[in-house]
């Protein structure tokens, strides 16, 4: 977590950040924490669901910022009416999200229609021992578990569901 942020917090010349789909799990760390190390004159979340916990965090956050603007848009973001009126920002985050996009091209373009500067991506990818260059990516849902099962061993996305849920 902290490699990414510091990605992000070490960008040059940046003063507005948007954080595309960052409250699962990391309530809004890579976007808050280097915001708050640039000195972010604007501060933007784009996230559908739940968003009280990275409100919180970004109410914290303000406190080290009086002077930036906060803005949290609760829109799912592989639509691209989730872009209008999206004003421009410096640099956009896409950690950990594309996969989950129907169309990762899709989101990638209109992210990058909104970003004037940079868009850093962070997304999981296959083991070059089993896709050796010049290799293809794949989406992981058509294959079957057993192989599923074996590309994410050792991996952070290796966890065992309880036999209800389908587990083993």
Not at 12 to 39: N, Q, T
Not at 51 to 67: I, T
Not at 101 to 125: D, L, M
Request: hydrophobic share 40%; with cysteine.
């Amino acid at each position: 977590m902290q490699l990414k942020q510091d990605l992000v917090a070490n960008l040059p010349d940046v003063s507005s950040l948007r954080d595309f789909g960052g409250c699962y799990i990391v309530e809004g760390r890579y976007l808050l924490e280097p915001a708050k190390a640039l000195g972010a004159s604007f501060v933007s979340m784009v996230d559908h669901g739940d968003m009280s916990a990275y409100q919180a965090r970004a109410d914290d956050a303000a406190m080290h910022l009086p002077d930036a603007r906060f803005e949290a848009v609760n829109a799912n973001f592989r639509y691209p009416a989730a872009y209008v009126g999206l004003e421009p920002v410096d640099a956009s985050i896409l950690f950990e999200v594309l996969l989950h996009q129907e169309n990762y091209s899709e989101v990638v373009r209109n992210v990058t229609n909104t970003s004037t500067k940079f868009v850093c991506v962070a997304q999981p990818c296959l083991r070059e021992e089993w896709f050796p260059l010049p290799a293809s990516s794949t989406l992981l849902q058509f294959w079957d578990e057993e192989l599923k099962d074996e590309i994410r061993r050792g991996s952070n996305q290796h966890r065992r569901q309880p036999a209800a849920l389908g587990g083993r």
